[in-house]
């Protein structure tokens, strides 16, 4: 291992990053808010967007014959 | 019934509406993360606290755009497959990669980073922080990078082969694509235009501060950052935007000569400055397209084809064809374009009914005419030309704002040199008011591009009617409305979230 990298004993390492995390969101402020926008929009874009609003897209073999229809029919 | 224009129209708006709100949140990412990573470099290296104040301020205001513009583009990938799934079939297999590629890089790379760059302050070291947040600043433009090697390849498809059995082009070489000369000119043009885009955005910000006389010293600092890069990258979307223009002029002649509003071509051709376009003007009816117009003489000619004598052709010769320049008639390619489309039926009988010899021989007259393969499924030669007015003003505008800029930029640098700026209201104001410009310029540039491209989805192969799927226009309508609206309290809700955050001020703590 090179000299410029510190061995880190790999249940400490785990301890430390879940901390890092653990410390970050728990002193958000504006994150907090961000956040919840973030959450809402994955929300509306994956549920309400995604299987509300739009249709589903044809499979593969759907794919591939309507485009077949399309280019041979339209000449 | 397969429901053409109106459906086709419908899904391009839905399209259109959801491209031009993502892009309002894409440009400040791009050149933010960079102001952020210069002003946190002045920070670590001169370790003044002013400079760690000013990051984390600008910095806030980088997290408000990214986290409500997050995830915005993904709505455009469900586009992809629900409305226009006969394109991802026909080219999905060389425009999914760079989109996957794109895919990691956002959610691994930036995302890794982007916690150090916010939870990492006094937990990590000075350097280790500065390096996560050149790293986020990096990622967010290679995110930009596939984006755009996607969209070059729209604009100029190359590196692939059609496999006639599948109905599909597939990718025959990843860097030719890549590569491809279009991609790298659009990628270096469209992320200068973010970073132009947010030296105007930190600058207004920072003349705000300035004409409020508030954190007056950190509002100077970062009006020195901004107007510094901001002229530096100015002058590299000018010569990006040549080198722009030169691909066009090479790859989408019919794009260049509707963006310039030629439409006789000629020999040392000039730039319109300045034009005010006749409305009734008609292809082939040889009167002025102009009612006024102000003209550079032979700089088309000397941009586009780096040669003051070259030919520029014009909407005239495109369409009706030019013998002496060598330019096919459009109806010539639509009529060759027809036989690609008869020898690929006959190819797919002949392959039904196991008639190999009528197989190849239907392969081969195919094979001849694929150049033109997407026009045989255009009605008229005419269709072959974008529309022009609003690709004439569009560009224009933004070539328009493009220079202003640079001028802003230019005079913001000097006054501030000479330490004499809270002075000059009258110029801050000005900065003030052009902060939102640089959003429009870029939104106008993204409708040169793509209007430009018209009637094509995949240029010179597949028309947007074709690239459609066979869904009803009313269905697309009302998810227009839904989108547009969710677009907008998006919108809404940075734009108030941000205002309150200045408002807090530099010193205010974040």
Redesign the interface.
């Known amino acids: 291992m090179p000299f410029w990298i510190k061995r880190v004993r790999q249940p400490e390492m785990f301890s430390r990053v879940w901390r890092?995390?653990r410390?970050?969101?728990a002193?958000m402020r504006?994150?907090r808010?961000?956040?919840k926008?973030?959450a809402l929009?994955?929300a509306?874009?994956f549920v309400v967007?995604?299987l509300l609003?739009?249709?589903?897209?044809?499979d593969?073999a759907n794919?591939?014959q309507?485009?077949?229809n399309?280019?041979?029919k339209?000449? | 019934m397969?429901e053409t224009l109106a459906s086709v129209d419908w899904a391009r708006l839905q399209f259109a509406v959801t491209a031009l709100y993502h892009f309002l949140f894409v440009p400040l990412t791009l050149g933010l993360s960079f102001i952020v990573a210069i002003m946190e470099t002045l920070y670590v290296r001169s370790g003044d606290e002013k400079w760690k104040r000013i990051t984390r301020f600008w910095m806030?205001l980088f997290?408000?755009n990214f986290?409500?513009g997050?995830?915005?583009g993904?709505?455009m990938e469900?586009?992809f497959?629900?409305n226009w799934?006969?394109y991802?079939?026909?080219v999905g297999d060389i425009f999914g990669a760079p989109l996957a590629v794109e895919g990691i890089l956002a959610f691994f790379m930036e995302s890794t980073f982007f916690?150090v760059m916010?939870?990492?302050w006094d937990?990590v070291g000075k350097g280790f922080h500065l390096l996560s947040t050149w790293l986020v600043a990096v990622g967010s433009n290679l995110s930009a990078l596939w984006i755009l090697v996607a969209n070059g390849w729209m604009q100029y498809p190359t590196g692939m082969a059609f496999n006639p059995d599948?109905?599909?082009y597939e990718m025959a070489s990843f860097w030719d694509v890549v590569l491809s000369p279009v991609a790298v000119a659009k990628f270096l043009h469209t992320t200068g235009a973010g970073y132009v885009t947010s030296a105007l955005f930190v600058m207004g910000i920072s003349a705000w501060f300035l004409l409020k006389k508030r954190d007056v010293v950190l509002a100077k600092r970062s009006m020195v950052v901004a107007a510094s890069f901001g002229l530096i990258v100015s002058l590299y979307v000018v010569l990006s935007g040549d080198e722009s223009a030169h691909q066009v002029a090479q790859k989408q002649p019919a794009k260049l000569a509707a963006m310039e509003g030629i439409y006789e071509g000629e020999k040392r051709a000039g730039i319109v400055g300045f034009g005010l376009l006749r409305p009734d003007k008609q292809i082939g009816d040889k009167t002025s397209p102009f009612y006024l117009d102000i003209t550079i003489p032979y700089a088309l000619s000397l941009l586009g084809y780096h040669d003051i004598n070259a030919f520029v052709p014009g909407i005239d010769d495109l369409v009706y064809g030019n013998a002496e320049k060598g330019i096919r008639p459009a109806q010539e390619r639509l009529d060759s374009g027809?036989i690609a489309?008869?020898a690929?039926?006959d190819y797919?009988a002949a392959r039904k009914s196991g008639d190999a010899a009528t197989a190849t021989a239907a392969l081969d007259t195919f094979n001849a005419h694929v150049g033109d393969f997407g026009y045989?499924?255009l009605e008229k030669p005419e269709q072959i030309i974008p529309p022009v007015t609003p690709l004439f003003y569009s560009f224009h505008m933004m070539a328009g704002l493009g220079f202003w800029f640079l001028l802003l930029f230019t005079v913001t640098l000097y006054l501030l040199m000479v330490n004499d700026i809270t002075r000059h209201t009258l110029w801050l104001r000005a900065a003030l008011l052009s902060w939102p410009l640089g959003f429009v310029a870029s939104e106008l540039g993204w409708v040169v591009a793509e209007v430009g491209r018209q009637p094509w989805a995949v240029q010179d192969m597949l028309p947007v009617h074709?690239a459609m799927?066979?869904?009803s226009g009313s269905?697309v309508m009302?998810?227009v409305f839904?989108?547009a609206a969710?677009f907008t309290l998006?919108l809404i809700?940075e734009v108030r979230?941000m205002l309150k955050?200045i408002k807090i001020g530099i010193e205010g703590g974040?």
């Open positions: 890092f995390y410390d970050g969101f002193q504006l994150g808010t961000l956040w926008i973030v929009k994955l509306i874009i967007i995604k609003l739009l249709p589903s897209p044809p593969e794919q591939q309507q485009l077949q399309v280019l041979l339209q000449q | 397969y806030t997290a408000i986290a409500i997050v995830a915005t993904i709505i469900f586009e497959g629900t799934s006969n991802s079939w026909f916690a916010f939870f990492g937990k599948l109905f599909r027809k489309v008869g690929l039926a797919k045989g499924y074709i799927t066979d869904i269905s009302i998810t839904a989108f969710i998006l809700a979230i955050q974040h």
